[in-house]
Every structure is written in structure tokens, then in C-alpha cells.
């Protein structure tokens, strides 16, 4: 697959900095910078990934968040390293541009580079920064994919909070008959639990149901969710699963 990449383009990094697109380099990173920072990503996880067939260790992925190792570019390499016989990606920059330092360069990885990199992604996705928090939302989306397991499912944040949206997962089963009246009822349910961050998905893990509170209109207003295009949703996922059928992309390992 070869994909090209405008040198000159400005590339908004909000919605507000694309408002604000008529003032130039406001919010703005040009498309060349953002082409060498992830060159740059892809050599440090590519010596990462070397690292680890000599030592073993994943302290070289660590030791690259500097550099731009990330659970996305962990993530994006196992992509095309995993089942295959081997990737290679090749860089080649515009040739009207006069910089001597930007030569092409190639990356190879390995089919049995998807061990360090799945590894490695996970490690990065760990949030060393879990604490206890409390949370009261409108619940959605229960799943129970075990018989007499606790379940888990989703709260949308009402009156503010850590973050505002969360999955729950219970460790009193008792608590998901009540998570269930909470869903039927359009009540508030208000949760307590670790806040733990496992790549873009917040998780309240070990919870506890403290109460269930008013009609969920009484916290005022709240903004529906945007579902993104071709973005998979976790819940439904977990659902197929339980009825025995996989989700799109997720066969046996």
C-alpha cells in the first residue's frame, strides 16, 4: 500500500485551532513536521522491537516514549506484523525538498514481532495512576458474559466527574440487579471503584453500586454521544460474543 502525505499542508490539532485555520501556525502543525515525528516513532519502536530479540525485555519500548513510542504505534505495527511473513515500510520524501537530512529510510519487522509489540502495547495502555473515584451516570449497555458473573456495563457521567464515560465492572453480583432497575427505570445509578485507563477506554474495576438515585432528567440536559464511522463499539462486541458470534475482525487466536 503506498499512502502520500502533503509536505506543505497545515493540519489543525483541534476543532478549534480548524475554526481558527484564517491565522497561520495558530493551533497548526504542518503535515513535513508531522511525516518526521512519525519516522521518528517508527525507528524508536523498531530498535525497540530489536532490543527485545537480543534481551528479551520490553525496556526499550519504556525507554522510547521520548521519542514517540505509543500504544497507537505499537498498536498500528502489530497491525501489519501480525500472521504475516513479514512488513517493511519505506519512507521517501519529496525530492523538490532541499533538506540533505531527509533521506529515505526502511523499517523491517517479523511476523514474530507481534509478541513484543502486542506486549508492549499492553504495558503502555496500563494507567500507573488508578485511584478510587465515585460516579453517578445513566447506565447503558449491560453485558453478562459468564453465568454468575458480576457484568459489566457502561455509565454515562450526569453531574460531572473524572471522565464521562466509563465501564463498569462489578465485584458484588448482587450489584448488577440493581444496575439493571437503573436501566429499565431511566434512573441515575451512582458507582464507586478503581479508575484505571487501558488505552482509550476508561474501566471502574472492583465496583460497588452505592446508591440508585433520581430520574435521570433531573440532572438536566445531557449531549448524545457522536458514534464515529467504522468505530467499534465495545458492548456490542461483548453481546455477539455471548450469543457465539464474533465481532467483525476478532477470529480465533
Not at 521518528?40 to 528479551?56: D, F, I, M, P, Q
Amino acid at each position: 500500500m503506498t499512502a502520500y502525505a502533503p509536505p506543505r499542508v497545515g493540519i489543525p490539532l483541534s476543532a478549534s485551532s480548524a475554526e481558527a485555520s484564517s491565522l497561520p501556525d495558530v493551533g497548526v502543525a504542518h503535515a513535513r513536521e508531522v511525516s518526521q515525528a512519525v519516522v521518528r516513532a517508527v525507528e524508536a519502536t523498531a530498535e525497540a522491537v530489536e532490543h527485545y530479540r537480543n534481551s528479551g525485555s520490553l525496556a526499550g519500548f519504556e525507554d522510547g516514549v521520548a521519542r514517540g513510542i505509543s500504544y497507537e504505534m505499537t498498536q498500528a505495527l502489530l497491525g501489519i506484523a501480525a500472521n504475516s511473513d513479514g512488513a517493511d515500510i519505506t519512507v521517501e520524501w519529496d525530492s523538490s525538498s532541499s533538506d540533505e537530512r531527509l533521506r529515505p529510510v526502511h523499517f523491517e519487522f517479523r511476523g514474530s514481532d507481534a509478541e513484543p509489540l502486542s506486549r508492549a502495547a499492553v504495558r503502555l495502555a496500563e494507567d500507573k495512576s488508578s485511584r478510587m473515584v465515585t460516579i453517578i451516570g445513566r447506565v447503558h449497555l449491560l453485558a453478562k458474559k459468564d453465568v454468575g458473573s458480576p457484568g459489566v456495563f457502561g455509565v454515562e457521567a450526569l453531574a460531572g466527574g473524572p471522565v464521562k464515560k466509563v465501564r463498569v465492572r462489578l465485584a458484588d453480583e448482587e450489584d448488577y440487579h440493581e444496575a439493571i432497575r437503573a436501566h429499565e427505570e431511566d434512573l441515575a445509578l451512582q458507582v464507586t471503584g478503581k479508575l484505571e485507563k487501558e488505552g482509550n477506554l476508561s474501566w471502574l474495576y472492583n465496583a460497588t453500586v452505592i446508591r440508585t438515585a433520581g430520574h435521570v432528567d433531573d440532572y438536566g440536559p445531557r449531549v448524545r454521544s457522536v458514534e464515529v464511522p467504522g468505530q467499534l463499539d465495545l458492548f456490542r462486541g461483548e453481546e455477539r460474543t455471548e450469543r457465539g458470534q464474533l465481532p467483525p475482525g476478532q477470529g480465533g487466536v
